[in-house]
């Protein structure tokens, strides 16, 4: 699966794009390179039924921002995503899907 996948899973369970759902985690405390990983996904699995893979790739944006590594990025395997910047507004408005 590849990180966009992850979000776009996100979404589909929350029914909340990753910048809303960023905003509502962040209301709750959870900004910034401090944020643990226990605290968030016990938080998203109560509220939203989102497990632990998808809660570290919300993990990885609170922490890093919308940037990843350009490792996979024009690949042809599972992990490959379109961009090295995740899209956070919404899968159907993806420009890259």
Do not use: C
Request: aromatic letters at 6%.
């Amino acid at each position: 699966m590849s990180f966009q996948a992850y979000l776009d899973t996100i979404e589909d369970k929350t029914g909340l794009t990753p910048r809303a759902l960023l905003e509502v985690a962040r209301e709750r405390g959870f900004a910034g390179p401090e944020t643990k990983i226990a605290p968030l996904a016990a938080w998203l699995k109560e509220d939203y039924g989102v497990g632990r893979g998808h809660a570290m790739a919300l993990l990885h944006v609170i922490k890093n921002g919308a940037g990843i590594s350009d490792k996979h990025v024009g690949s042809t395997g599972t992990h490959r995503d379109a961009s090295t910047t995740l899209w956070l507004d919404g899968k159907a408005t993806n420009p890259n899907s």
